[in-house]
């Protein structure tokens, strides 16, 4: 079986965030599966190089480097703008082209419900001889808080398409219990499409030896000057940060004052003030609270490891990830009783009500001032880490692939004329393209996505010869070592002669090669 991972969520924003972890972690561990099972990558190339290198860097030693794809597009296609849908339509048929040459029984995208502000693009085709296509669902957090999320018109028709596209998948690999029920409770899509695969965390998310000096060292580069309580996550209304906040401020004089609160995340200037605005309000002081910023993964494991409470406040989950980090690291860890919190939690005592500050603070406080109890939480981090595993989360998604495969039909099978069929769906009203610099970027987008038609080329430098008439030694070794590749050949590669005149572009050195060697 040939399976091609769409891998742009490790391209957008999610690259910094749990999808992007989640992503990474569970693409390596399908490539380590002993199924034997061939993997490849796509990725897309409207993103800077910069990023595409960073995701060929990951699968460095992994994977071929012949099995990294980039599909090519005209863009922009960020969906926000009405002026992209064109361009859009007709980018996810590129994209689509690129997946035909590259043939995989199996596609599988990483992330799905993205491409609204960013050039992020994936599609559940409907090309009906193609491969078998899965998408991974991390929640349903839109749908189910319509008004928080979907006030946006634009947005929510962008967001709604996504779940009509989601039918027409030949499976959804959940990455939750909670996540999967989600589907089968609030969609019309067939519940035996969907596939708990579950989650776990990378292995350098453990116990470690942090020395005096280091610990002083974060400290003081992150500004925490006490003992701490953690948390981590994105600003937004789901992840409950001013609800911890309030809940801080309620602890007990000298457990407040004893402690710092640390904000892990990334935050923008007009949200860290709001924040502290909130924190005053409350009666706490600036210094009670840490921002951090983005922390690179070494230094977020050792903060992991020395924290006084990992606290995750969150309303709504798919799975959790920082929660289960924070265990593997040994961190005495608390958080809510929803959605799939439970799941990673795995011990009732060691959750709370989060829409209830006096429950979230009242548990804050007994983790903090009961040793035996706080032992008992790092006691059930450690149970309730081993439970998790890439492992069992690979197996399981290869399982659901394997079983899809099953019922495959017997003309249901990639064609040769998959260009033509792409230019079809084009000329039969989907693109409305109307710039000719789009038009003339789609026909190279069609035909650098035309894989199987690609040749490697082996382009020799000839402009010595073609510009001069002297017959210098240059000349001689240049013409002597074109006459040998060209009659010898190289295994792989068509030898293609080029030349450059000064100021110009390089050029096929067609002329040369039909006077000198037809």
């Known amino acids: 079986m040939h399976i091609l991972f769409d891998m742009q969520s490790c391209q957008s924003e999610s690259r910094l965030r749990g999808i992007g972890r989640y992503s990474l972690s569970l693409v390596k561990a399908v490539i380590g599966n002993p199924s034997g099972h061939k993997v490849s990558i796509l990725l897309n190339g409207l993103y800077p190089i910069d990023i595409i290198n960073s995701v060929r860097n990951e699968f460095r030693g992994l994977i071929a480097e012949e099995n990294i794809y980039i599909f090519s597009a005209v863009?922009?296609?960020?969906?926000?703008?009405?002026?992209?849908?064109?361009?859009?339509?007709?980018?996810?048929?590129?994209?689509?082209?690129?997946?035909?040459?590259?043939?995989?029984?199996?596609?599988?995208?990483?992330?799905?419900?993205?491409?609204?502000?960013?050039?992020?693009?994936?599609?559940?085709?409907?090309?009906?001889?193609?491969p078998k296509q899965f998408s991974i669902v991390y929640d349903l957090i839109p749908l189910l808080n319509k008004d928080i999320y979907l006030a946006d018109e634009n947005f929510?028709?962008?967001?709604?398409?996504?779940?009509?596209?989601?039918?027409?998948?030949?499976?959804?690999?959940?990455?939750?219990?909670?996540?999967?029920?989600?589907?089968?409770?609030?969609?019309?899509?067939?519940?035996?499409?969907?596939?708990?695969?579950?989650?776990?965390?990378?292995?350098?998310?453990?116990?470690?030896?942090?020395?005096?000096?280091?610990?002083?060292?974060?400290?003081?580069?992150?500004?925490?000057?006490?003992?701490?309580?953690?948390?981590?996550?994105?600003?937004?209304?789901?992840?409950?940060?001013?609800?911890?906040?309030?809940?801080?401020?309620?602890?007990?004089?000298?457990?407040?004052?004893?402690?710092?609160?640390?904000?892990?995340?990334?935050?923008?200037?007009?949200?860290?003030?709001?924040?502290?605005?909130?924190?005053?309000?409350?009666?706490?002081?600036?210094?009670?609270?840490?921002?951090?910023?983005?922390i690179p993964d070494d230094e977020l494991v050792a903060l992991y490891n020395i924290c006084k409470l990992f606290v995750f406040p969150s309303i709504h989950e798919g799975f959790g990830l920082?929660?289960?980090?924070?265990?593997?690291?040994?961190?005495?860890?608390?958080?809510?009783?929803?959605?799939?919190?439970?799941e990673v939690m795995g011990w009732q005592e060691s959750m709370f009500d989060p829409r209830d500050v006096n429950d979230i603070s009242n548990l804050m406080q007994k983790a903090l001032i009961d040793d035996k109890f706080r032992f008992a939480l790092t006691d059930n981090a450690q149970k309730q880490a081993m439970k998790f595993s890439w492992d069992i989360s690979a197996q399981t998604a290869i399982d659901a692939f394997e079983k899809s495969l099953n019922i495959l039909k017997a003309d249901d099978v990639i064609t040769d004329d998959s260009l033509n069929q792409s230019i079809k769906r084009i000329n039969n009203?989907?693109?409305?393209?109307?710039?000719?610099?789009?038009?003339?970027?789609?026909?190279?987008?069609?035909?650098?996505?035309?894989?199987?038609?690609?040749?490697?080329?082996?382009?020799?430098?000839?402009?010595?010869?073609?510009?001069?008439?002297?017959?210098?030694?240059?000349?001689?070794?240049?013409?002597?070592?074109?006459?040998?590749?060209?009659?010898?050949?190289?295994?792989g590669y068509v030898i293609r002669p080029i030349y450059c005149k000064m100021g110009e572009l390089f050029h096929y050195a067609n002329d040369y090669l039909k006077h000198n060697y037809d």
Request: aromatic letters at 6%.
């Open 429 to 491: 009203g989907a693109s409305q393209l109307i710039d000719d610099v789009d038009v003339l970027g789609t026909a190279w987008a069609l035909a650098k996505n035309s894989f199987l038609a690609h040749e490697r080329k082996l382009l020799i430098d000839i402009s010595v010869l073609v510009q001069h008439d002297a017959r210098t030694g240059i000349q001689r070794v240049v013409r002597s070592v074109l006459s040998n590749l060209i009659n010898s050949g190289c295994n």
């Open 156 to 294: 929510k028709n962008f967001y709604m398409n996504k779940l009509v596209e989601f039918e027409s998948a030949d499976g959804l690999l959940a990455i939750s219990s909670s996540a999967a029920n989600e589907v089968k409770n609030n969609t019309g899509i067939c519940p035996e499409k969907v596939t708990n695969i579950s989650s776990a965390v990378d292995s350098h998310f453990k116990k470690i030896n942090i020395t005096d000096d280091e610990k002083k060292d974060l400290c003081l580069k992150y500004n925490i000057h006490k003992d701490f309580v953690m948390t981590i996550g994105v600003l937004e209304p789901r992840k409950n940060i001013e609800a911890l906040i309030h809940a801080f401020s309620l602890l007990e004089a000298d457990v407040r004052n004893s402690h710092t609160l640390v904000l892990a995340c990334q935050i923008k200037p007009h949200d860290k003030e709001r924040l502290l605005t909130i924190a005053r309000k409350h009666g706490l002081h600036d210094e009670d609270i840490a921002f951090t910023g983005f």
């Open 322 to 342: 920082p929660p289960l980090e924070a265990m593997s690291c040994g961190a005495a860890t608390i958080a809510s009783n929803t959605t799939s919190l439970p």
């Open 75 to 130: 863009g922009p296609v960020a969906y926000h703008d009405k002026n992209n849908h064109a361009r859009n339509n007709v980018a996810k048929i590129c994209r689509d082209l690129a997946i035909a040459n590259i043939r995989p029984d199996v596609v599988c995208n990483t992330s799905f419900s993205e491409g609204f502000v960013d050039d992020f693009l994936v599609s559940i085709s409907d090309v009906s001889n193609g």
